[in-house]
């Protein structure tokens, strides 16, 4: 088989414990490939040995020996558990809708590898190595956008299920093809399901938890790119930088407000501003006053973000889960006793271990953390489309109206203060909570839910609705600097100003200006190169 990335290439680890956010971006978005630590095989031997004591001895185990959901007080035949397996994939791939995008199909296939390989599944030992060559070698699934509630993305995950066992549609470098095609093209060869795999494949939250990874890379970047614009808007307005002063904000040390305040302060090093003494005026607005506050408070919504992520990228959401155990000494037979615990082997026989009943695939607070990411990204929306119109009123800027340089005969930017309001419109509609809807599944048994993927993939739209509004400001940031021409730029808006006119020319006359939205938002504001730059900025401050 053609090895699919050069000698060399970005590799990331997977041990199921240290995986990172950078680590599902460099999987997804820049094709890193994926190796297993040495350690994972052979701790998925030892629980498999678990697996297949509990099949031997036939003890009533849900989703091993017994049905799924309602059906869990079903007792499947020994010779009927593999191909129970299989069915549970085929009768829970019921996703609609578009495929998702690759990279995130390949986050969430790195999220569960993770989350097998550090243990508690029972899967079969050869299934792991399979998906780890389906992603070095672009073997895609076509997973739909809809499926999930949150109770894990079974009905979204089976798709991939569908692919390992050579059915379902798989995307292989720009092509669709059937599953089996697919694996057969890489050079791979589909799996044979054992007892318990097919429950695997579907289970615990990957989707959510890739999915999560990436849009929480995004939303930091983001943040960088809504500091170093409102750094932008803060030199054509000739905004009081007073209100970033860290002493003023030690007396009320608001999460997040003094680390925002230190990062504009930043990007306005080296201009005019860093002295409160060349404001224009003794008080601004609140859009720019409280931009480190408002800009704190997502920065704090992050963090939460991030806490809440980890585990589910390094932690095991199956159900039941997998226990290797030391040696028993007690006198047992395999048993499972009220609460559903299954243990034992031959009475006074070393244990291989238990399978417990497990709640870990349930995410409330990922999904809570989602909704909170979601409204602190609607408060930044909302204070960037009112910057962007203090810039426009002569009164408050001190600049010709709506920028123009004819003053009130042309209409200059005032039109686009409609489109960032529709932008807001749209980022508040998309931040309504998705964690508190109603739930209901299995006839009450599986009677709670979080839509956490829900979550995550709303939260793809609202970044990618904020960083067009961004764009928004920075054009007419741009032209208020153009207008008020300071002496000194500070390094941030400097940078970011020289972007925007690379691309887009001052307006003189009226002209359509959603063309010059739309090039600075991805050639600017979406450009690894300017993104790179902010962040060095912000890093190599003392």
Known sequence: MTAPYPAGAESVVLDGHTLTGEDVAAVALRGARVVLADEVLPRLARERAVVDDVVDRQVPTYGLTTGLGSRSSYALPREELARFSVRTVRGRANAVGAPLPVPVVRAALVARVNGLAGGGSGIGPRIVPLLVAMLNARVHPLVPEVGSIGASDLCQMAHVGLVVIGEGRAELRGEVLDGGAALRRAGLAPAELGPKDGHVLCSASPL???????????????????????????????????????RVLGLRPAPGQSRAAAELRTFLDGGELTDPRRARRVQDPISLRCAAQVHGALHAALDFAGAALDPELNGSGDNPVVLTAVEDSGDTAGTTDAAGTTTGTAAGAAAPGEILSSGNFHTPALALSFDTLALALTQTAALCAERMRRLLDPVLSGLPANLSPYGPERSGFAPLAK???????????????????????????????????????????????????????????????????????????????????????HLDDDRPCGADVDRVSEDVLGSDEVRDALRALVEGAP
């Open 419 to 505: 489109t960032a309001q529709a932008l807001v419109a749209e980022i508040r509609l998309l931040s309504a909570p998705v964690s508190t809807d109603p739930r209901h599944g299995a006839h009450g048994v599986e009677d709670d839910s979080t839509n956490a993927a829900l979550g995550a993939r709303r939260l793809s739209t609202m970044l990618v609705r904020l960083r067009q509004l961004l764009a928004v400001e920075a054009v007419t940031a741009a032209q208020a600097v153009d207008l008020a021409a300071p002496a000194a730029l500070g390094h941030g808006p400097a940078l970011l100003h020289r972007a925007v006119r690379e691309l887009v020319p």
């Open 208 to 246: 959510a938890a890739g999915h999560g990874g990436l849009v929480l890379h995004e939303a930091a970047a983001v943040l960088t790119l809504a500091q170093a614009v409102t750094a932008l808007t803060f030199e054509g307005f000739r905004a009081n930088t007073g209100p970033l002063d860290a």
